[in-house]
């Protein structure tokens, strides 16, 4: 069941990213120039964010074995509009009703959450966090590939198939569990910002979420924009190959999350976020050298994954019964974050290219580093406090 959850997880958060190595296809196709053809990331993320703030809450209080195919569904139904797109403007549409609805993997998370036991809780989320973040880097391999054999298109009619496939196997599969609450609707949103509100600790995880997130889409977009320029000049299928890269990391990172089962996951998110800003500096002193390039994206892959999946087991641990809204803030920080990088991408690579990206970045991962060792200094004050 793990293992379903993990491919069903990725599948429908990679529906995000399809377009990110196709950029310059798409633009072309739909006679969109390359800084404009950047939105098609930012607004699959505005859709998304905002179907997490809507819909994810909602594996509190209603039946998740009917939630989760549903979704997939309606997922299913957006990818194929995104096929048949004839303008940019209809395209961009597609994707905002696309982010909207690809929300199961989302609540696929938490359901883990509350499936496992407690000895087991965060090898379990770990696993299905690194099916998601698998499939974000997945897809872009896939999509690669794919495009160049058949069309960009075609990327999408095969995203629409697979979740109908997904979405009747999950309703045959998926066990039937009583929600964990019974809160009206209004009330049930507004109790998310009550929860973050109340713990200090919440509040910073999402806060490094929100940053590293920005990091990671920023960079993964720019590099499309980087390895289809000189001196590189890659078609789209080689482009989409560089993600499995990424994806080594992603399989290291799974670790991450029997860390947090030994109680080491507060030190080893400190650990990862300076690891991220060495792989930063390594990308930007390989913008001219694909070797450099790949390792950095493996080492910055490992960092931001488990950072991640770090970050949601120990919100997962604030309180059980509320796992899917305590995920619905963590996940719209983290994809409002990745909009604002994605849209950024756009502006810096015309003003500064790959180092104005990879200053930026740097300066994101910083803020964080600063507020972790900010949250470690008040523990450490708060236990002295507390002390005999």
Partial sequence: MTLLFAIGGGAAVGNLYWAQP????????????????????????????TGILLIVPLGDVLDRRRLIP???????????????????????????????????????????????????RGHVVGTVGAGLLTGILLSRTLSGLIAEAFGWRIVYAMASCSALVLAASFWRLLPTLPPPSKIPYGQLLGSIFVIVRRHRRVQ???????????????????????????????????????????????????????????????????????????????????????????????????????????NKSQLFDVDPTARSRLNTAFVVCNFTGGACGSAMTGFLWHRGGWTALMLACGVAISLALCIWIGQFAFRRAAGRRSGP
């Fill in 22 to 49: 196709l950029l310059a296809e798409i633009g072309a196709s739909l006679h969109a120039p390359a800084g404009r053809a950047s939105l098609l990331v930012t607004v699959t993320q505005i859709g998304y964010a």
């Fill in 70 to 120: 549903a979704l997939m569904v309606c997922a299913a139904v957006a990818l194929a509009f995104c096929a048949v797109a004839q303008t940019f403007e209809a395209l961009l549409l597609s994707l905002i009703a696309l982010g909207l609805s690809t929300v199961s993997g989302q609540l696929l998370s938490p359901l883990s959450g509350d499936l496992a036991r407690d000895d087991q």
């Fill in 204 to 310: 910073a995880i999402l806060a490094t979420g929100a940053l590293a997130f920005g990091v990671f889409t920023m960079f993964w977009t720019g590099l499309s924009l980087l390895l289809s320029s000189p001196p590189f000049s890659y078609p789209v299928a080689k482009i989409g190959l560089v993600g499995l890269a990424g994806l080594a990391g992603a399989v290291a990172a799974t670790r991450a999350g029997r860390l947090h089962d030994r109680g080491w996951s507060r030190t080893a998110t400190g650990a990862v976020l300076v690891l991220a800003l060495f792989a930063l500096l390594l990308s930007w002193l390989g913008g001219s050298s694909i070797w450099l390039l790949l390792a950095a994206i493996v080492v910055l892959d490992i960092a931001i994954q488990a950072l991640s999946l770090l």
